[in-house]
T-cell receptor, first 116, second 115 residues
Framework: AQKITQTQPGMFVQEKEAVTLDCTYDTSDQSYGLFWYKQPSSGEMIFLIYQGSYDEQNATEGRYSLNFQKARKSANLVISASQLGDSAMYFCAMRENMDSNYQLIWGAGTKLIIKP | ETGVTQTPRHLVMGMTNKKSLKCEQH?????MYWYKQSAKKPLELMFVYNFKEQTENNSVPSRFSPECPNSSHLFLHLHTLQPEDSALYLC??????????????FGPGTRLTVT
């Protein structure tokens, strides 16, 4: 079974609209972390936002926020007021057993295209 | 130089060649990683080094050989590769410590083509 599922292979969004990228995860660990990364066409993976399993509040970083619903095991990324430069691949990733495990488990990604 | 750098950015090699990919991090991190990114597949972790010690090797073929001489430098030595090894190879680093968010910072990648 997949540990990280991103159900949207691609999305088109009008500039300045908000966009939600879906991510669901599967783990039996109590201590885990969830990450979102952006990969522009240049190839570099850019860290956007992090949510720890024990964090009570949803993480926010500028225009990025993470809609963390622990019971549903979902960690959707919300981008407010989208810009043309937001066009990229977006990856959700999870790290289980945080204190002793270095491995990030990655989703297949969502390709986001912002239309002018 | 800041962040994580990788050289070369592009590499074309024949199946009998030997080449090396280089990664350097300027962030003072203590862990470094090699990933393989193939088209339409999730990122695959290849190797992890923590304080220069290899801690994970995810069943990577022996034609890929990592080397970590110090906590700032990481190499991936390549020999007798196959066409299916063509991919984007990404290096990353992180600071592993109690209470940290553990986010990984990536280099720009090396686009490898095996002919």
């Amino acid at each position: 079974a997949q540990k990280i599922t991103q159900t949207q292979p691609g999305m088109f969004v009008q500039e300045k609209e908000a966009v939600t990228l879906d991510c669901t995860y599967d783990t039996s660990d109590q201590s885990y972390g969830l990450f979102w990364y952006k990969q522009p066409s240049s190839g570099e993976m850019i860290f956007l936002i992090y949510q720890g399993s024990y964090d009570e509040q949803n993480a926010t970083e500028g225009r990025y926020s993470l809609n963390f619903q622990k019971a549903r095991k979902s960690a959707n990324l919300v981008i407010s007021a989208s810009q043309l430069g937001d066009s990229a691949m977006y990856f959700c990733a999870m790290r289980e057993n945080m204190d002793s495990n270095y491995q990030l488990i990655w989703g297949a990604g969502t390709k986001l295209i912002i239309k002018p | 130089e800041t962040g994580v750098t990788q050289t070369p950015r592009h590499l074309v090699m024949g199946m009998t060649n030997k080449k090396s990919l280089k990664c350097e991090q300027h962030l003072g991190h203590n862990a470094m990683y090699w990933y393989k990114q193939s088209a339409k597949k999730p990122l695959e972790l290849m190797f992890v080094y923590n304080f220069k010690e290899q801690t994970e090797n995810n069943s990577v073929p022996s034609r890929f050989s990592p080397e970590c001489p110090n906590s700032s430098h990481l190499f991936l030595h390549l020999h007798t590769l196959q066409p299916e090894d063509s991919a984007l190879y990404l290096c990353a680093s992180s600071q592993e410590s109690t209470g940290a968010a553990y986010e990984q910072y990536f280099g720009p990648g090396t686009r490898l083509t095996v002919t």
